[in-house]
């Protein structure tokens, strides 16, 4: 099958290649010249584990292929794919301009049959807009053509984006004609060999809401923790052992049960925004979400509390503090939203001293954010001569450290951990501070 994708960030490079990988002949487009200049020199404008292979492979094989041309691609692509991003506007609402731009080049292009597919995660009735914006072109240039319009937003997750879209746990797809069935059914069916029944046929609308609903939920699960984790604390109970108790009923599951600094990325905080607006402009309570945004929103400005609170009347001025993760979660170097940035933000504005490391979203975060932070080579060399670490985001490497090393770097050993890595008991054996979130040493009754 002959298919365009037009955006080439996360999703779309990842949706571009994973087609490109099933035999498909892909053209993926952005109008950023400088990711389609890097991907023609065989390069990654992003980091996604495996996605350089399967890149790499797919152009050698001649089945994927770059462009900056919106009009190549809609010549090229019986389905057409709309990858582009969604961020949330100033009124929290998802912006959809790139989306409808796109709609209004493929309209100048079109010369005869496509299907068209919004894969960026759009709000309800904004796929009916795509088609509107495409007739409306289509008409001014006295043309009448067939096409068909389709939503199949993406569920996929940074960090294991590959094998999410390789093997989906469902396909949803909203389609409100019977010709664009049988052809989506054709083109998903490889990657559901063993299971037909992952592709979900729903109205547009339905689809549409899908996927705000499932990151509403997601996001629901992690503030909901994370109010479970401040009554822990105000408690003395634990939030893993919580944690542990409710996820082994089958009816919770144990998945995004995990108290912290709170969600990020580029997803989440805009979508669960996006959902709120969507309720208000239709006069729709949305208690439930709004809540999940006011806790998460208060996650990593308690982190900065908790330090204040620690250091007390002697404050964080002249103080150095190691930031271990900058991504706003492990394996991608998406910086979107990452409570990384508050954080350091926050500790910065005490008067503190920032010295950070990430495996790999140091520089997508200091172009980002550009704040005044040193960088460091390695996790170790981050904690040279610090007066605590601040560990934010849970990359591997962080989670078995040796902690003999780390006492004898830090001025100080005393560690806030935002992602509860490792065991309170253990830590405090070792003569270290140890901070996180939602638990305490093990008090135990000696006399019992
Ligand atoms: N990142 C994720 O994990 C994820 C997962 C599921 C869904 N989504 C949704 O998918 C969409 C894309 O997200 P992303 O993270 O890939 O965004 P991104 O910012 O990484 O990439 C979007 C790309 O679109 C390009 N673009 C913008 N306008 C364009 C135009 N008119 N023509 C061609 N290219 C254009 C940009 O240059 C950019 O490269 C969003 O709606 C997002 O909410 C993202």
């Not at 389709?150 to 389609?175: Q, T, W, Y």
């Not at 001025?317 to 979660?329: E, Q």
């Not at 350091?344 to 990430?358: F, M, P, Q, T, V």
Request: glycine content about 8%.
């Amino acid at each position: 099958m002959r298919i365009s994708v037009i955006g080439t960030g996360y999703v779309g490079l990842v949706t571009g290649a994973c087609f490109a990988h099933m035999g498909n002949n892909v053209l993926c487009v952005d109008v950023d010249r400088e990711k389609i200049d890097l991907l023609g020199q065989g390069r990654l404008p992003l980091y996604e584990p495996g996605l350089k292979e399967l890149v790499d492979r797919n152009v050698n094989e001649g089945r994927l292929s770059f462009s900056d041309s919106t009009s190549e691609a809609v010549r090229a692509g019986e389905f057409i794919f709309i990858a582009v991003g969604t961020p949330m506007d100033e009124e929290g609402s998802a912006d959809v301009q790139h989306v409808l731009d796109v709609a209004r080049r493929i309209g100048e292009a079109l010369d005869g049959y496509r299907i068209i597919i919004t894969k960026s995660t759009v709000p309800v009735g904004t796929t009916k807009k795509v088609k509107a914006t495409v007739k409306e072109v289509l008409k001014k240039r006295g043309l009448d053509l067939t096409f068909d319009v389709v939503s199949n937003p993406e569920f996929l997750k940074e960090g294991k984006a590959i094998s999410d879209f390789l093997n989906p746990d469902r396909i949803v797809i909203g389609i409100d004609c019977p010709n664009a069935r049988e052809r989506m059914q054709a083109l998903y069916d490889p990657f559901c060999r063993t299971d037909e029944k992952r592709i979900l046929f729903m109205d547009v609308a339905s689809a549409e809401l899908t996927k705000y609903a499932a990151n509403a939920m997601l996001a629901t699960r992690i503030s909901f923790m994370n109010e479970m984790a401040a009554i822990c604390e105000a408690t003395g109970a634990n939030v893993d052992h919580v944690r542990a108790g409710i996820g082994s009923d089958s009816r919770i599951g144990r998945r995004f049960l995990f108290a912290g600094v709170g969600y990020g990325g580029s997803c989440f905080p805009k979508d669960v925004r996006a959902l709120i607006k969507t309720a208000q402009t239709l006069g729709v309570s949305s208690r439930v979400i709004a809540a999940v945004d006011a806790v998460n929103q208060q996650q990593p400005r308690q982190m900065v509390s908790k330090i204040k609170d620690h250091y007390g009347r002697g404050g964080l001025a002249g103080k150095t503090f190691a930031v271990w993760g900058l991504s706003f979660k492990p394996e991608t170097d998406d910086v979107r939203e990452s409570p990384a940035a508050q954080i350091i933000d926050g500790l910065l504005k005490e008067g503190a001293k920032i010295r950070a490391y990430d495996p790999v979203a140091k520089e997508p975060f200091d172009r980002m954010y550009a704040l005044p932070v040193e960088y460091a080579q390695d996790m170790y060399s981050c904690l040279e001569g610090v007066d605590a670490m601040v560990l934010i985001t849970e990359w591997h490497q962080f989670r078995r450290p040796d902690f003999v090393r780390m006492k004898q770097l830090m001025v100080k050993p005393v560690i806030f951990d935002g992602r509860n890595q490792f065991d309170p008991d253990y830590l405090l054996e070792r003569g270290f501070t140890y901070i996180s979130i939602g638990r305490a040493p093990v008090n135990w009754d000696r006399n019992c």
